[in-house]
């Protein structure tokens, strides 16, 4: 059914914008940061990725978490940095991020060169010729990375102290200061987690996409839409964001043309701006214990 | 920080004194680059100065960089035969950065300092637009590398602009081929967002539907769209059998790995643009058996009588740059050549060494090279450029229309 | 309320706007340095950098200056715009159809061009009334998109991807019998871009000068307490939008004639969006010289500074530079130098 084989589609490409997008939400709800360079640290756990599966020939699956801890330690790089910003912070991580953008783009210029490389995926497609429907290693690798990522972030920050003092510092970091919560540890923890998403996108976006220096924008951009589609810090809403903006994006381009993808998802986006701010899922009462 | 507040309040209007001697300060080693009447005039001194403008850094900057290298060779090969007339050949580079703007700086930089003999270069049509509006008026040859669009030589009166390379040398054959040869059903065509790719899409549909052949599917894509499973759903539902896509080699990545993926049944994809690269058949894999392409030369692929040269060519590169070349190489190899060979042509009669001169001597240039027999028309076109069909069997790129310079036929993919 | 260490930065309503006074004084001696850069700028194209791409540069700086100044405008009101692309590649576009089609001398598209730019703005100002933030960060942003992917695909009216070619250049200007022309020569262009950058600087100065602009910095400091004062929030912003919006896009329209041809993604790109916020917080949002300090240092700096160093990858510096610039001066350039000041 072309249906099904279209929601598939879209629902693998809705995973891949939310895996993009963790990282950045995470660290933009808990520490407000701006990442600008986010795409280009998503290039970097590529490159990282390709390297590994190139030169020593390491199987894809493993370079999952070689790029979560490389881009872990990144992110803890960055958190110094932006730590040394003053206040307005939004703005000035916003502008400070820009800069890295386009400090880490040109070192990737000149150590990788402007040459395209992506991670091949050779294996066939799995059929199910009873429904006619094709569907790829990498799409099941793509929706279930995200699927399990959005239930372990869940987990986290529902079921965890931890996670409960992420999610007082995401309302209100004054009153997570009050109450005692170390709100610049939870901004650490917060790069660390966001990191390790970061790490676990790379990979899977040179496997789906491909990697070039400049190639930064397209994911930085996905990440924030993606982030405010969802509302601030609401991670459930991630993946849920994700799937929409996929499925919008899928079904104008098979009803109009691929030349109106991104006025489609403009409009949706700037519609849910304007009828829900606060994000695609319902806002919770505030005070549910 | 409370007692820096009442300062400042107490200090009511406050003179930025010290911004304007900042500004001053940091300005003066910025403006202060005044009259140099140290530079050397072009020519005198001994060096022939040339200049070179290519996007060498932002979205275009692997294929500017190719340029850069082709145009490189070219200026070492001359210098290593002793230069033009005993003359060493220098050559100045400028990147930029895949935008207009900075093209026009850096175009009127070495023009009006720099004072080059002529320019070389140039990947996209609205770099090569301005850049080219700018050397008319002062007076100096452009030979542009890859400037594909009619509107920059048709209806407009340039003396000084010349080129390698034009859309028509790609469309024309490229419908030949497909009408011809491959004889499909339905064709579907795809095509970017940016003006080449554009009038390429136009023309090439236009001269199919000339020919009674169905284009059911005729769509714009922006460059950089990761996700073509929706575009490809549609051509299996409209029982297209050949696919011909206007975009680049990162498109194609995306767009063949998908291809494959989805098994949708195409008899021929063809991409005038970012397959006929042995980069591409490395990167690809087994996934690029089959698919078509056109290029103008590969070390394979060369005009016939050209061997030898070719063949010097590819391995004196390789030698250079640690690298095979590509027709990207090519394109910026052939422009410089052309360049110099007035140069030399101009030095050798006798004659002033000035832009006019120069271009009265692009005129009447002869030039066989592996790319093309090079000879300009009044426009400023290259008379007898044409590419050819390429299919990558077994891995390698084989030349298979036209006829006279094919090495092998069509192979039309096996299976269901 | 707010806690003492997370207090921001102090607030510069003593930077009063230059001019400001309340008492009579003598004239200081900074007038004079001031005076001695406007005379700098003025005559530099005859001692300075007599070839054309110091012209070139310093031209392109002003129009930068000039396109900082008006998207300032609208973050003085403290809405940080990520999308006025928008406005200036409908400015491009409207002033480049309009004397395509119409055959209107240059002189009146631009105009047009800033009116459709100021219509767009309106549009903005009705639905995004009731966002903040981020939030309106990213609807502007995504705001883009849609003049743009209308313009992309309008082949018929506006060329779609092939672009706008041959825009007539801005012809030449009849002064008395002397004819000044403008295509193609870099100095008179110098002047006009130095001209367009002074009258946007000086109704950005107005702007913060006046009654509006105190509103707007009312609006910024704390929205809730400007309402309760009677300052019509949504009225401020609409306005300073508006004007923003407008001016933008007569930069646009001026972008077009100088330049020749615009294509969609050249003019409705991330760049042309993300510049003018670069420089005017570079050089300070608040102050009334920020925007132009941070277009005047910045872009001649990268242009002809960075590239000649590093002619690959001369951004890596650029971008050190911005990072440097706001940890340390995090109010910018400007700003710094305000704070720095002794009472003179």
Same mark, same amino acid.
């Given at each position: 059914?072309?249906?099904?084989?279209?929601?598939?589609?879209?629902?693998?490409?809705?995973?891949?914008?939310?895996?993009?997008?963790?990282?950045?939400?995470?660290?933009?709800?808990?520490?407000?940061?701006?990442?600008?360079?986010?795409?280009?640290?998503?290039?970097?756990?590529?490159?990282?990725?390709?390297?590994?599966?190139?030169?020593?020939?390491?199987?894809?699956?493993?370079?999952?978490?070689?790029?979560?801890?490389?881009?872990?330690?990144?992110?803890?790089?960055?958190?110094?940095?932006?730590?040394?910003? =003053?206040?307005?912070?939004?703005?000035?991580? /916003? @502008?400070? +991020?820009?800069? %890295?953008? #386009?400090? &880490?783009?040109?070192?990737? *210029?000149?150590?990788?060169?402007?040459?395209?490389?992506?991670?091949?995926?050779?294996?066939?497609?799995?059929?199910?010729?009873?429904?006619?429907?094709?569907?790829?290693?990498? =799409?099941?690798?793509?929706?279930?990375?995200? /699927? @399990?990522? +959005?239930?372990? %972030?869940? #987990?986290? &920050?529902?079921?965890?102290? *931890?996670?409960?003092?992420?999610?007082?510092?995401?309302?209100?970091?004054?009153?997570?200061?009050?109450?005692?919560?170390?709100?610049?540890?939870?901004?650490?923890?917060?790069?660390?987690?966001?990191?390790?998403?970061?790490? /676990?996108?790379?990979?899977?976006?040179?496997?789906?996409?491909?990697?070039?220096?400049?190639?930064?924008?397209?994911?930085?951009?996905?990440?924030?839409?993606?982030?405010?589609?969802?509302?601030?810090?609401?991670?459930?809403?991630?993946?849920?964001?994700?799937?929409?903006?996929?499925?919008?994006?899928?079904?104008?381009?098979?009803?109009?043309?691929?030349?109106?993808?991104?006025?489609?998802?403009?409009?949706?986006?700037?519609?849910?701006?304007?009828?829900?701010?606060?994000?695609?899922?319902?806002?919770?009462?505030?005070?549910?214990? | 920080?409370?007692?820096?507040?009442?300062?400042?309040?107490?200090?009511?209007?406050?003179?930025?004194?010290?911004?304007?001697?900042?500004?001053?300060?940091?300005?003066?080693?910025?403006?202060?680059?005044?009259?140099?009447?140290?530079?050397?005039?072009?020519?005198?001194?001994?060096?022939?100065?040339?200049?070179?403008?290519?996007?060498?850094?932002?979205?275009?900057?692997?294929?500017?960089?190719?340029?850069?290298?082709?145009?490189?060779?070219?200026?070492?090969?001359?210098?290593?035969?002793?230069?033009?007339?005993?003359?060493?050949?220098?050559?100045?580079?400028?990147?930029?950065?895949?935008?207009?703007?900075?093209?026009?700086?850096?175009?009127?930089?070495?023009?009006?300092?720099?004072?080059?003999?002529?320019?070389?270069?140039?990947?996209?049509?609205?770099?090569?637009?301005?850049?080219?509006?700018?050397?008319?008026?002062?007076?100096?040859?452009?030979?542009?590398?890859?400037?594909?669009?009619?509107?920059?030589?048709?209806?407009?009166?340039?003396?000084?602009?010349?080129?390698?390379?034009?859309?028509?040398?790609?469309?024309?054959?490229?419908?030949?081929?497909?009408?011809?040869?491959?004889?499909?059903?339905?064709?579907?065509i795809l095509y970017a967002n940016t003006p080449g790719s554009t009038e390429l899409g136009a023309e090439v549909r236009a001269c199919l539907e000339k020919a009674n052949i169905e284009v059911p599917i005729f769509e714009k894509f922006r460059s950089g769209l990761p996700d073509f499973s929706t575009f490809l759903l549609k051509l299996r539902q409209a029982r297209v059998d050949t696919l011909i896509s206007g975009g680049f080699f990162a498109d194609h990545l995306v767009l063949v790995r998908q291809l494959k993926e989805q098994n949708v049944p195409l008899r021929a994809y063809l991409g005038p643009w970012g397959i006929a690269y042995p980069e591409f058949i490395e990167t690809m894999g087994a996934a690029s058996e089959g698919l078509l392409g056109m290029c103008a030369w590969n070390p394979d692929i060369t005009l016939p009588g050209t061997e030898v040269e070719s063949r010097n060519f590819v391995e004196r590169f390789a030698a250079a740059f640690g690298k095979t070349p590509n027709t990207t190489n090519m394109h910026g190899y052939v422009s410089a050549k052309a360049l110099l060979l007035a140069i030399a042509a101009v030095l050798k009669s006798g004659h002033e060494l000035t832009g006019e001169n120069i271009a009265k001597e692009l005129r009447t240039v002869n030039l066989v090279t592996p790319m093309e027999h090079l000879a300009f028309d009044e426009n400023g076109d290259p008379q007898h450029y044409r590419q050819t069909v390429v299919q990558i069997q077994k891995g390698r790129l084989v030349a298979i229309y036209p006829p006279d310079r094919a090495s092998a036929g069509f192979?039309?993919?096996?299976?269901? | 309320?707010?806690?003492?260490?997370?207090?921001?930065?102090?607030?510069?309503?003593?930077?009063?706007?230059?001019?400001?006074?309340?008492?009579?004084?003598?004239?200081?001696?900074?007038?004079?340095?001031?005076?001695?850069?406007?005379?700098?700028?003025?005559?530099?194209?005859?001692?300075?950098?007599?070839?054309?791409?110091?012209?070139?540069?310093?031209?392109?700086?002003?129009?930068?200056?000039?396109?900082?100044?008006?998207?300032?405008?609208?973050?003085?009101?403290?809405?940080?715009?990520?999308?006025?692309?928008?406005?200036?590649?409908?400015?491009?576009?409207?002033?480049?159809?309009?004397?395509?089609?119409?055959?209107?001398?240059?002189?009146?598209?631009?105009?047009?061009?800033?009116?459709?730019?100021?219509?767009?703005?309106?549009?903005?100002?009705?639905?995004?009334?009731?966002?903040?933030?981020?939030?309106?960060?990213?609807?502007?942003?995504?705001?883009?998109?849609?003049?743009?992917?209308?313009?992309?695909?309008?082949?018929?009216?506006?060329?779609?991807?092939?672009?706008?070619?041959?825009?007539?250049?801005?012809?030449?200007?009849?002064?008395?019998?002397?004819?000044?022309?403008?295509?193609?020569?870099?100095?008179?262009?110098?002047?006009?871009?130095?001209?367009?950058?002074?009258?946007?600087?000086?109704?950005?100065?107005?702007?913060?000068?006046?009654?509006?602009?105190?509103?707007?910095?009312?609006?910024?400091?704390?929205?809730?307490?400007?309402?309760?004062?009677?300052?019509?929030?949504?009225?401020?912003?609409?306005?300073?939008?508006?004007?923003?919006?407008?001016?933008?896009?007569?930069?646009?329209?001026?972008?077009?004639?100088?330049?020749?041809?615009?294509?969609?993604?050249?003019?409705?790109?991330?760049?042309?969006?993300?510049?003018?916020?670069?420089?005017?917080?570079?050089?300070?949002?608040?102050?009334?010289?920020?925007?132009?300090?941070?277009?005047?240092?910045?872009?001649?700096?990268?242009?002809?500074?960075?590239?000649?160093?590093?002619?690959?990858?001369?951004?890596?510096?650029?971008?050190?530079?911005?990072?440097?610039?706001?940890?340390?001066?995090?109010?910018?350039?400007?700003?710094?130098?305000?704070?720095?000041?002794?009472?003179?």
């Amino acid at each position: 059914m072309i249906f099904l084989q279209l929601l598939i589609n879209a629902l693998s490409l809705g995973s891949f914008y939310a895996l993009v997008a963790f990282g950045f939400a995470l660290i933009f709800g808990v520490t407000h940061a701006f990442n600008l360079a986010h795409g280009e640290l998503i290039l970097l756990g590529g490159y990282l990725a390709y390297f590994l599966v190139k030169y020593w020939q390491l199987p894809f699956i493993w370079t999952l978490p070689v790029c979560m801890l490389g881009l872990t330690m990144a992110a803890v790089l960055l958190q110094k940095l932006l730590q040394q910003v =003053q206040p307005p912070y939004e703005l000035n991580t /916003l @502008v400070v +991020t820009f800069g %890295l953008a #386009l400090v &880490l783009q040109n070192v990737m *210029l000149i150590l990788f060169s402007a040459n395209y490389r992506l991670i091949p995926s050779v294996e066939l497609p799995f059929e199910l010729t009873k429904f006619a429907l094709n569907i790829t290693e990498a =799409q099941v690798m793509d929706i279930v990375v995200s /699927l @399990v990522a +959005t239930i372990s %972030l869940h #987990l986290l &920050l529902r079921k965890t102290f *931890l996670g409960k003092a992420l999610r007082a510092t995401i309302q209100n970091r004054e009153a997570a200061k009050l109450v005692g919560i170390h709100v610049r540890r939870m901004s650490l923890i917060a790069f660390l987690l966001g990191g390790a998403l970061i790490g /676990l996108a790379g990979p899977l976006y040179a496997r789906t996409a491909y990697l070039q220096p400049a190639g930064g924008t397209e994911p930085t951009l996905i990440a924030i839409v993606i982030t405010i589609f969802a509302g601030v810090g609401r991670t459930r809403g991630i993946l849920l964001g994700g799937w929409v903006l996929g499925v919008a994006e899928s079904l104008s381009v098979y009803l109009l043309g691929s030349g109106w993808r991104e006025l489609v998802s403009a409009v949706l986006l700037i519609l849910l701006l304007i009828l829900q701010p606060q994000g695609l899922l319902p806002q919770r009462a505030r005070w549910l214990g | 920080m409370a007692a820096q507040r009442s300062k400042a309040i107490s200090s009511l209007a406050n003179r930025p004194l010290w911004t304007c001697l900042a500004v001053l300060i940091v300005l003066t080693p910025i403006l202060w680059r005044g009259p140099m009447p140290w530079l050397p005039t072009a020519a005198a001194g001994g060096a022939i100065r040339i200049g070179e403008v290519d996007p060498l850094t932002g979205k275009l900057a692997n294929h500017g960089q190719e340029i850069h290298e082709g145009i490189l060779y070219a200026v070492n090969e001359v210098n290593a035969q002793g230069g033009l007339a005993g003359l060493k050949v220098e050559l100045i580079s400028r990147d930029d950065q895949s935008q207009p703007e900075v093209a026009i700086n850096q175009t009127e930089d070495l023009l009006y300092r720099e004072k080059v003999l002529g320019l070389v270069g140039g990947y996209v049509d609205s770099l090569v637009g301005p850049v080219s509006e700018l050397a008319a008026k002062h007076r100096t040859p452009y030979v542009a590398s890859a400037s594909l669009q009619s509107r920059l030589t048709q209806g407009r009166d340039n003396a000084y602009f010349f080129r390698v390379a034009h859309l028509k040398g790609i469309v024309e054959p490229l419908c030949r081929f497909v009408v011809e040869v491959l004889q499909p059903r339905r064709v579907s065509i795809l095509y970017a967002n940016t003006p080449g790719s554009t009038e390429l899409g136009a023309e090439v549909r236009a001269c199919l539907e000339k020919a009674n052949i169905e284009v059911p599917i005729f769509e714009k894509f922006r460059s950089g769209l990761p996700d073509f499973s929706t575009f490809l759903l549609k051509l299996r539902q409209a029982r297209v059998d050949t696919l011909i896509s206007g975009g680049f080699f990162a498109d194609h990545l995306v767009l063949v790995r998908q291809l494959k993926e989805q098994n949708v049944p195409l008899r021929a994809y063809l991409g005038p643009w970012g397959i006929a690269y042995p980069e591409f058949i490395e990167t690809m894999g087994a996934a690029s058996e089959g698919l078509l392409g056109m290029c103008a030369w590969n070390p394979d692929i060369t005009l016939p009588g050209t061997e030898v040269e070719s063949r010097n060519f590819v391995e004196r590169f390789a030698a250079a740059f640690g690298k095979t070349p590509n027709t990207t190489n090519m394109h910026g190899y052939v422009s410089a050549k052309a360049l110099l060979l007035a140069i030399a042509a101009v030095l050798k009669s006798g004659h002033e060494l000035t832009g006019e001169n120069i271009a009265k001597e692009l005129r009447t240039v002869n030039l066989v090279t592996p790319m093309e027999h090079l000879a300009f028309d009044e426009n400023g076109d290259p008379q007898h450029y044409r590419q050819t069909v390429v299919q990558i069997q077994k891995g390698r790129l084989v030349a298979i229309y036209p006829p006279d310079r094919a090495s092998a036929g069509f192979m039309a993919p096996s299976g269901p | 309320m707010q806690v003492a260490d997370e207090v921001q930065t102090p607030r510069y309503y003593e930077t009063a706007p230059a001019g400001f006074s309340m008492t009579m004084r003598p004239l200081p001696a900074s007038t004079f340095l001031y005076a001695a850069a406007v005379i700098l700028l003025i005559t530099w194209p005859f001692w300075g950098g007599s070839e054309g791409i110091y012209c070139r540069v310093m031209a392109m700086a002003f129009f930068y200056g000039a396109l900082a100044y008006a998207w300032n405008l609208y973050s003085l009101t403290g809405c940080i715009s990520l999308g006025h692309a928008a406005f200036f590649g409908l400015g491009a576009y409207g002033s480049g159809l309009a004397s395509h089609y119409l055959g209107i001398s240059p002189y009146w598209t631009v105009w047009i061009g800033g009116f459709l730019g100021a219509l767009y703005g309106i549009l903005w100002s009705v639905l995004f009334r009731k966002l903040r933030g981020a939030r309106l960060g990213l609807a502007t942003l995504a705001s883009v998109e849609i003049p743009k992917v209308i313009v992309d695909n309008w082949d018929s009216f506006t060329f779609g991807s092939l672009g706008l070619v041959g825009i007539a250049s801005l012809p030449g200007l009849n002064f008395a019998g002397l004819t000044v022309a403008f295509k193609d020569n870099f100095r008179t262009q110098y002047y006009l871009l130095l001209c367009t950058l002074t009258a946007i600087g000086m109704i950005h100065w107005l702007f913060i000068q006046s009654r509006w602009g105190w509103a707007a910095r009312a609006v910024r400091e704390e929205e809730t307490a400007a309402s309760m004062l009677g300052v019509n929030v949504a009225w401020t912003r609409g306005c300073a939008l508006a004007l923003s919006a407008f001016l933008t896009g007569v930069c646009g329209g001026v972008y077009a004639h100088l330049i020749g041809l615009i294509e969609p993604s050249m003019v409705f790109s991330l760049h042309i969006s993300a510049l003018p916020l670069v420089l005017s917080i570079f050089g300070g949002r608040y102050q009334t010289l920020g925007p132009v300090l941070g277009a005047l240092i910045l872009y001649p700096l990268d242009q002809l500074v960075f590239r000649s160093i590093f002619p690959v990858g001369h951004a890596f510096l650029y971008g050190l530079v911005i990072i440097t610039t706001l940890i340390f001066f995090p109010n910018g350039v400007a700003g710094w130098l305000q704070q720095r000041v002794k009472i003179s």
